[in-house]
């Protein structure tokens, strides 16, 4: 009977194995790639500059002792959209935002700030995907909660709802 | 994936005699180096793009498959080698991003789960042979 047993084990592996995969088939697409980067110093990056009277973000503005959000974003992207409204509110209750816009211009980047309103402290260009790259950044909208030492505290990716609103504010309190 | 790089390369190199030539956008434009474009492509279809998920970055259009192209031969053509520039990249998005993975605790399985299958599977049969030749 021992024997037996041991001669359908090749048998139920395989069965195991094509069920594993099966399921897997059946799991939604999509894989959220978070950034390694959260928990270390912000890579080193600049962008260029958007309005006139308005800085470009740069990695050399952080670490002045005050937190801060840094918001990955495009003009052309319909969450980023949905989410300025609520960049806005964080601005009024004395959140600072920097923004960076990845594959982006300024004629729709004055479009969009004029239609959505212009919650960022400092706005830049990133050029080439340099910067969204340095930051492991896969995708628009992601919002990095930076430290005043310049550390990634945590990383918001998608569109920043009310709830998220609230959560990045208390991150920001806890780390003044 | 040949056939858009010769054509970005033709583009490239058609109005190259009218106006002055633009530094090359190497998301589209192969390194002039044949050995540093080698390695350059052998790395970019080993690194899975992110937005697109399924497919390496040599053969996806999505933009920020296009800006890790170009960082690719960038690096390249500065003298990185390719484990580096896959370090860098892997540093940043993780182990996922790499089509090659590297053995470390939690991808240890996927070498040692086929031979353990080989050695089991080797075992049985060594098994049923001795079984039948003392019969």
């Not at chain 1, 801060?68 to 935002?97: H, T, Y």
């Not at chain 2, 497919?55 to 080698?81: K, T």
Request: proline residues 7%; glycine residues 8%; charged residues 20%.
């Amino acid at each position: 009977m021992k024997r037996g047993l041991i001669v359908w084990l090749p048998l139920a592996l395989g069965l195991a194995l094509m069920a594993g995969l099966y399921l897997g088939l059946r799991k939604p697409e999509g894989h959220v790639i978070a950034s390694r980067l959260v928990g270390q110093t912000l890579p080193e990056f600049t962008t260029r500059p958007v309005l006139p009277g308005q800085p470009p973000s740069a990695s050399a503005d952080f670490r002045d002792g005050r937190p801060r959000l840094l918001n990955i974003f495009a003009s052309w992207c319909v969450p980023c959209r949905d989410e300025a409204e609520m960049l806005v509110r964080l601005k009024a209750q004395g959140v600072e935002i920097d923004g960076i816009a990845v594959h982006d211009d300024v004629d729709a980047l004055t479009t969009f700030v004029a239609a959505n309103g212009n919650p960022y402290r400092h706005l830049g260009i990133d050029e080439a995907g340099r910067a969204q790259m340095a930051f492991g950044s896969s995708g628009v909208p992601e919002t990095f909660v930076i430290d005043g030492r310049g550390r990634i505290l945590y990383q918001h990716i998608g569109a920043v709802t009310e709830d998220d609103g609230r959560k990045l504010i208390a991150m920001l309190e806890h780390a003044r | 994936m040949i056939a858009p790089l010769v054509f970005a390369a033709a583009l490239a190199a058609a109005p190259a005699a009218a106006i002055p030539a633009d530094p090359p956008d190497y998301a589209q434009v192969a390194l002039a180096d044949p050995a540093k474009e080698a390695q350059a492509a052998a790395l970019m279809d080993t690194i899975r793009c992110v937005v697109c998920q399924g497919q390496p970055i040599s053969g996806s259009n999505a933009d920020l498959a296009a800006d890790m192209r170009r960082m690719v031969r960038e690096r390249i053509a500065r003298g990185d080698s390719p484990e580096q520039v896959r370090a860098w990249l892997v540093g940043r998005y993780g182990d996922w991003i790499s089509f090659s993975p590297r053995m470390r605790t939690a991808t240890a399985p996927l070498w040692l789960v086929p031979l353990g299958a080989l050695a089991g599977g080797l075992a049985l049969v060594a098994r049923r042979l001795r079984r039948r030749s003392t019969r």
